[in-house]
């Protein structure tokens, strides 16, 4: 039943963020294009509201910690390297995986 209700959540973020998106380049005032929509301008307000409060996260700068293995890789040589920006992150074989998805969450947040 979770996931049925994130696909609904989901589905309401993105019609939202087609409504937000079209009001915002119509040259109409938000009511007048409230009203032309038949959308209650108290609604709009409150998921454009909510939609740039998502926004606005996403751009955060984010840390997260990682705890190096202290034992000595199966090999010295990187099996996976990647080069992002200016920054190169090493995986080496035997990395666990929960340590890769890590990895890879904080790469794609940048």
């Known amino acids: 039943m979770g996931e049925l209700r ?4 989901q589905n309401k ?7 937000v998106t079209e009001c915002r380049n119509s040259g109409q005032s938000i009511l007048a294009w409230c009203k032309e929509h038949g959308i209650c301008s108290q ?3 409150k998921w454009q509201k909510r939609l740039f409060t998502m926004a606005k996260a996403q751009h955060e700068v984010q840390f997260a910690e990682v ?4 034992e000595t890789p199966l090999s010295s040589q990187a099996a996976i390297s990647i080069h992002i920006d200016g920054a190169t992150v090493d995986i080496h ?11 890879l969450r904080v790469l794609k947040s940048c």
């Open 93 to 103: 074989s035997g990395a666990d995986t929960a340590t890769v998805e890590m990895i």
């Open 6 to 9: 994130q696909l609904n959540e």
């Open 13 to 19: 973020l993105a019609v939202w963020v087609e409504r």
């Open 43 to 45: 609604t709009y307000y």
């Open 67 to 70: 705890t190096p293995i202290t």
